[in-house]
């Protein structure tokens, strides 16, 4: 049975001791290096060719925007690279994206999300190149066809509008437009329904969610993509002064994946 290669990069070896540790008792995931720095994880990336790249940011020989850099300039299949980090610098995280990094999370990480964040952004890959039949697939990618395909649709808009991966206000806004996907009669309660129901789910408050969600529409806007987000809907709808409240965006959203057959 074929499983994720994954290869850590972390100076701090207590912590990639931790982290190598958790990972292993996931039996779909192979632990191929745990890499000190970063001139050592473009060799282990270059001759394992893995699946998932665990990237810390500072580390000594070459940092992670050097080992990011470094991979982007070679022919060769990239695999998804997660960053970890301390660094919570707006500046340092949009290099990091801008350099090939598909995820970042903040350390101190939790290791159950950051599994799934591997799942979520390697299963698509996975059963396309790795697999032919359902029978093939590890029992952690045997998940419903639709959600998958639903979660996939959502990350490629948001990567079109400029909506970051790292902030709290892109998982918020995902499962609100999942919610509206599966429920659209709950966009029309979306302040004691939908902000609620998230907010349970992630521990925090309905007031939280909508400020998140309300900031990460905001910076889609101050990107200036407003040009992918009209074509996203098929017509002109919205200029640069003239944002969508939370509802507006979700229900939108929400109604071209239900047209799409999502």
């Not at 999300?113 to 029992?139: C, G, H, M, V, W």
């Not at 939908?194 to 309905?206: F, H, R």
Request: glycine share 4%; with cysteine; hydrophobic share 40%.
């Amino acid at each position: 049975m074929s499983k994720l290669k994954i290869i850590i990069a972390e100076d701090n070896r207590e912590f990639s001791e931790l982290l190598k540790s958790h990972l292993e008792k996931e039996d779909s995931f192979d632990v191929r290096f745990v890499c000190a720095n970063g001139l050592e994880a473009v060799a282990a990336v270059e001759s394992e060719m893995p699946d998932v790249l665990l990237l810390d940011l500072i580390m000594p020989e070459a940092d992670g925007y050097s080992v990011l850099t470094e991979l982007g300039s070679k022919h060769m299949r990239p695999p998804l690279v997660i960053i970890l980090s301390q660094i919570k610098s707006e500046s340092f995280i949009e290099r990091a994206l801008q350099l090939g990094a598909n995820y970042y999370m903040h350390k101190p990480v939790s290791f159950d999300a950051l599994k799934e964040r591997i799942i979520e952004f390697s299963i698509n890959k996975q059963q396309k190149k790795l697999y032919t039949s359902d029978d093939k697939i590890p029992p952690v990618f045997q998940r419903e066809k639709r959600v998958n395909s639903v979660d996939e649709k959502i990350a490629n808009i948001f990567i079109s509008v400029g909506i970051p991966a790292h902030i709290k206000g892109y998982q918020f806004l995902r499962e609100a437009i999942k919610m509206a996907i599966n429920n659209p009669e709950i966009i029309n309660n979306i302040t004691k329904k939908l902000y609620p129901n998230i907010a349970e789910k992630y521990d925090t408050s309905s007031s939280k969610v909508e400020r998140a969600i309300r900031h990460a529409i905001e910076v889609a806007w101050s990107r200036g993509k407003i040009e992918n987000i009209n074509n996203i809907f098929g017509i002109k709808i919205y200029t640069a002064s003239d944002k969508p409240t939370n509802g507006e965006f979700i229900a939108l959203v929400a109604d071209k994946m239900l047209l799409e057959g999502a």
